[in-house]
């Protein structure tokens, strides 16, 4: 039977609706920023409480109510990011692609992470470099052999240099989303990244802090065995929306400032089918 190339998604793609968008200030207009595109779909749980003043008045069966506020939209996002289903992405995909870029970086910022990811002494290489060197002799002699027979246990193979292109691509995201409870060490007044979360027309561009996350192997899926990457890595954040202060606006002029605003239902209440209120501009 010949080989059918079928049309797959569009999940992982840097310029498609789903990604998180990492964006760090340092004080300086250089556009800092890191993008994990969702390679499955994740799952998005949204909670929001409002908050009211109670009062009791006497002789009255019931109380009345005074609204003072709400508090930040929740949003608990998950996901999973899979080893061997980055593996089958189409050859030349990082280079061509540049997933862990954020968009808008400029030309020479891309042209130093194709460099980046094309480096081949650090990361996964020394795992392998790692594996081969801890080998007993007579494993060492039987491995020689399995090199011969395929190319995924040659180091130096393009096969086995892709492989390790996604392993390190992967421990890039799991750095970046480490990140999202960090500031800048070097100057402390500059918290953590602002985490824009990307998902369709639910959730359009939508500010957020990370208050916690929780990064989970999935044992039953295995480990990769030179480097111990879990196949299947569970990642867990807790996300704040963080809005600004202002009045909202969406239009085709509008800063991200406005954007970025929030609205309030009388945007919705007289409006056509389709309005968000979210920011929905890429960053």
Known sequence: MSKVNRVGPILGDPNWVGKLVLTYYDGSNKKLGKTIPFFENPRIRESQDA?????????????????TGAKSRQ???????????????????LNINYPNV????????????????????DGAHKYDVLYDDLLPAEER?????????????????????????????????????????????????????LVRLFFGQMYENIPCICTNYSIEAEVGAGYDKRTLL??????????????????????????????????????????????????????
């Open 102 to 121: 954020s968009k808008g970086e400029d030309m020479e910022a891309m042209l130093n992470f194709k460099k980046a990811i094309s480096t081949d002494q």
């Open 51 to 67: 908050s009211y003043s109670r009062f009791s008045p006497i002789g009255r069966a019931g109380e009345l109510f005074a609204y």
């Open 230 to 283: 879990p196949r299947i890595i569970k990642i867990n954040m807790s996300l704040l929306e963080a809005r600004t202060m202002g009045k909202w606006s969406s239009g085709g002029t509008a800063t991200q400032v406005e954007r970025d605003a929030l609205a309030g239902w009388e945007y919705i209440i007289n409006s056509n089918t389709g309005l968000t209120t979210d920011p929905w501009k890429a960053h």
């Open 141 to 193: 002699a039987l491995y020689q052999f399995q090199r011969i027979q395929s190319p995924m246990q040659n180091l130096n193979s393009r096969a086995r240099k892709e492989q390790r292109k996604i392993i390190n691509l992967i421990t890039d995201y799991i750095v970046a989303i480490r990140s999202t409870v960090l500031n800048n060490s070097e100057k402390p007044r500059y918290g953590p990244p």
């Open 75 to 93: 949003i608990n996002l998950s996901f999973n990011i899979t080893l061997p289903h980055l593996y089958s992405l189409t050859p030349g995909y």
